[in-house]
């Protein structure tokens, strides 16, 4: 008899396992796999997880908790991607990482369910060197992992006809202020950065405790603009560095206006935000446009 129970589902695969084998012939690749496959049971192993299956170059994993699966999957992805044999013409081999909490049915030392699919298409999303995972399981990670994701993309999950929200992992500690288990502190003297965002009636503000905001029409951003012209995500603003970046995942791109005159546009791209001014979201900002995200950076 199956038992119901919530969990964190994690796949981990080797990217391009089927060149490796082209490239290195089959003793020296199924041996490069192998040792990959016991970097990721390792890591699932020392981080609360158990290893369900392994299947040619891929991982099967589950963690009572959202936390004890990005530790794992943080430490698998550091570990590969500086172990000494594992280079191929002098570049690291890479893996791809997805993870997703739900419910899930436990039985004969397998887990079936929906949580399970819907884990294994997060690592579909996934390229070489990425951990992505969804809303569901970014809602029950500590303040500290929380820090440490980003809003991608929304997607819909074939047979559950939802959406599901995509977030990327920040596992390098180069890539995000605070990661797990360690906090990159700014350098002693230098003034930290806030930036305030205003639209309508809404008022956030991005920091350390805050470093990164989606903005789309869709509901699940943490500020939603409606509009023809905006797409569900449609730009993301993270603080890197003490420096303020917009990041427009759009298909009209995004218009900065500063007060002193500057005009930018940003599509598929990024730009920082110093300053204050106006955003435009898919058309020039608009002073009397309720759309219209007024921002100013400002010294703590």
């Given at each position: 008899m199956g038992k119901d129970i919530e969990l964190a589902i994690l796949f981990a695969?080797?990217?391009?396992?089927?060149?490796?084998?082209?490239?290195?012939?089959?003793?020296?690749?199924r041996d490069m796999v192998a040792t990959c496959i016991e970097v990721m049971r390792s890591a699932t192993e020392q981080n609360q997880g158990t290893v369900i299956k392994t299947m040619g170059d891929e991982v099967?994993?589950?963690?009572?908790?959202?936390?004890?699966?990005?530790?794992?999957?943080?430490?698998?992805?550091?570990?590969?991607?500086?172990h000494s044999q594992l280079k191929v013409e002098g570049q690291p081999v890479a893996i791809r990482i997805g993870?997703?909490?739900?419910?899930?049915?436990?039985?004969?030392r397998d887990v079936f369910g929906a949580t399970v699919h819907t884990a294994?298409?997060?690592?579909?999303?996934?390229?070489?060197?990425?951990?992505?995972?969804?809303g569901a399981t970014v809602e029950r990670l500590s303040p500290q992992w929380r820090a440490a994701v980003r809003q991608i993309d929304?997607?819909?999950?074939?047979?559950?006809?939802?959406?599901?929200?995509?977030?990327e992992v920040l596992w390098q500690t180069e890539d995000v202020t605070s990661m797990v288990p360690a906090i990159a502190t700014l350098a002693r003297g230098t003034r930290q950065m806030r930036l305030r965002l205003r639209c309508q009636d809404r008022e956030i503000l991005i920091d350390e405790a805050r470093p990164n905001i989606a903005i789309?029409?869709?509901?699940?951003?943490?500020?939603?603009?409606?509009?023809?012209?905006?797409?569900?995500?449609?730009?993301?603003?993270?603080?890197?560095?003490?420096?303020?970046?917009?990041?427009?995942?759009s298909t009209n791109g995004t218009f900065v206006q500063t007060s002193d005159g500057e005009e930018a546009f940003v599509r598929r791209?990024?730009?920082?935000?110093?300053?204050e001014g106006m955003i435009g979201l898919g058309r020039l900002p608009d002073r009397d446009s309720p759309q219209t995200i007024r921002f100013i950076c400002e010294e703590i």
């Open positions: 695969d080797v990217v391009g396992s089927t060149r490796l084998y082209e490239l290195m012939g089959d003793l020296r690749a099967m994993a589950t963690f009572p908790t959202a936390d004890a699966a990005l530790n794992a999957a943080a430490q698998m992805q550091q570990q590969i991607s500086t993870c997703h909490f739900g419910p899930v049915v436990l039985e004969s294994n298409r997060m690592t579909s999303q996934a390229k070489a060197g990425q951990i992505i995972t969804t929304i997607a819909m999950i074939r047979g559950q006809g939802s959406e599901v929200t995509l977030y789309g029409r869709a509901e699940d951003n943490d500020l939603v603009v409606k509009g023809n012209l905006i797409s569900r995500l449609h730009a993301r603003i993270e603080i890197s560095r003490n420096k303020f970046v917009l990041i427009d995942q791209d990024s730009l920082q935000i110093k300053g």
